[in-house]
């Protein structure tokens, strides 16, 4: 392909994109092809010889389109959104474009330095104080992982990548039983395990830990030998919005000398809306670690992940190496490379430039506000259905409810409406009951197609029954 016909199919998709956009609403949320039916569509072997492009086009649409669950629709109400607004897919596709790998400094200047001040950008969107720093993760797990890495080399004095963890005891990290399973993950990868991930059960109206448990939990461990390394708090967790306390967390963390994450991954967005900060954000100062992903609600497209600082020296400390062939000389200079996992690095900071430039922040925070009410308004009308129970009421714009029966009835009409089409919904677990998960947070959702929901379950439950 020369450049001339790049500009002509680039031109096709671009005109492809949008109306695939603005007809989403006329497509069924979720994919309805079977298991293995896209591979069986397939080529068993790879082409000998090079294909137009019009041909490939024409298979990605008749194979891959109907094969695809449609993130970007504005009745998709599963799990948590995964946004991409118009700027900042316009952004990618400059990134793509330029094609930089943006691992130091010197590769990349514009790269480090726009990051730099989106970073900051966002600091100041989500009311942290000065002197936080941070860095563009690819998501939250690669954030908590970064984390948890930290907590265990600070406990062992900087000595677990170079040494290991053989003799080094059992170090253990505190939760909430509300966590989302990134964290049982990293402490997987971290060498750390699952059995010394202490879970602390949730409870209150926002179903946080409690303060006096926790610090029961780790007087316990080290009476029985074990060294506490760390604690992660969340801010609406994945299952029904659960949200810790952050005040009381930090002042048992202050007094056993633990270092701390707080995971906002879904609900940090909201933080931009400054009357949601003193129920959910009082004190979060106090964190040395906090990340939030501005590809679930703010609209940046996946993947785009910030994880802010307090202090850097402790995760340069623990992830930072640095051969000869990445030394940078002259003036001093930040590689991002140095404080994440992966070496190379995508220019995301782009589209966060773009994002803000375009919507500026009473843009993005008239669309959060707008998807909490709908969800409260949602809530109140499916209480008033027939039998049907609000497990827990909305924490934001996540809540969660179940329809009369048993456990095996509430993945019925999961399914049920899944399979519809009109509205996609996720199961969940709750006090050892299985729950239906509702969140509203795509970018292009009104209320009409909120309000929907209701008729549409209402609907299929009559059909089901």
Not at 83 to 103: G, I, R, T, Y
Not at 219 to 232: E, F, K, L, R
Not at 325 to 333: A, F, H
Not at 361 to 389: T, Y
Request: glycine share 8%; with cysteine; net charge negative.
């Amino acid at each position: 392909m020369d450049w001339d016909e790049f500009a002509h199919w680039g031109k096709h998709i671009s005109d492809w994109s949008a109306q695939y956009h603005k007809t989403l609403r006329d497509r069924p949320v979720r994919a309805r092809t079977a298991v293995g039916g896209i591979g069986a569509q397939l080529q068993v072997t790879p082409p000998e010889a090079g294909e137009d492009m019009s041909a490939i086009l024409e298979d990605f649409e008749s194979i891959v389109m109907p094969g695809m669950t449609h993130w970007q629709h504005p009745r998709f109400f599963a799990y948590f959104p995964a946004n991409a607004a118009p700027p900042s897919m316009l952004a990618e596709q400059l990134v793509n474009s330029v094609a930089a790998q943006c691992m130091l400094w010197q590769t990349s200047p514009a790269a480090t330095e726009v990051e730099g001040v989106m970073v900051d950008w966002l600091r100041q969107a989500l009311g942290l104080a000065d002197g936080f720093t941070g860095v563009i993760q690819d998501s939250a797990s690669s954030a908590t992982l970064s984390a948890v890495l930290t907590m265990r080399e600070r406990a062992t004095g900087y000595t677990g990548n170079m040494d290991g963890l053989s003799g080094k005891g059992h170090l253990r990290i505190y939760c909430s039983d509300q966590v989302h399973s990134s964290i049982d993950r990293a402490c997987w990868v971290s060498g750390i395990g699952q059995a010394n991930l202490v879970k602390i059960p949730g409870e209150g109206a926002r179903f946080g830990m409690d303060a006096g448990a926790l610090d029961a939990a780790i007087v316990a461990d080290i009476a029985a030998g074990h060294t506490p390394a760390g604690i992660i708090a969340i801010t609406g967790g994945t299952g029904i919005g659960g949200s810790d306390d952050l005040g009381p967390i930090l002042a048992v963390a202050k007094a056993h000398d633990l270092y701390t994450h707080l995971d906002a991954a879904w609900a940090g967005s909201a933080m931009i809306c400054p009357e949601f900060r003193a129920e959910f954000w009082d004190d979060v100062d106090g964190f040395d670690s906090i990340v939030f992903n501005p590809h679930k609600w703010l609209g940046a497209q996946f993947d785009c992940s910030i994880q802010f600082l307090r202090d850097a020296t402790p995760q340069l400390n623990t992830l930072k190496i640095e051969p000869e062939y990445l030394k940078t000389t002259g003036d001093i200079v930040t590689n991002y490379s140095e404080w994440t996992i992966p070496l190379g690095r995508r220019f995301r900071a782009l589209k966060i430039w773009f994002l803000l430039r375009s919507y500026g922040l009473e843009g993005l925070r008239s669309r959060i506000r707008n998807h909490v009410a709908w969800a409260q308004e949602l809530c109140e009308a499916i209480r008033e259905l027939d039998e049907f129970e609000i497990t827990t009421d909305p924490i934001l714009s996540l809540f969660s409810f179940r329809c009369p029966g048993d456990d095996a009835t509430q993945q019925r009409l999961v399914d049920a409406l899944n399979d519809d089409g009109r509205i996609y919904l996720t199961q969940g677990a709750f006090q050892g009951r299985k729950i239906i998960r509702f969140q509203v947070g795509q970018f292009d959702t009104t209320r009409d197609d909120v309000m929907m929901a209701h008729a549409v379950i209402q609907e299929v439950w009559e059909q089901i029954q």
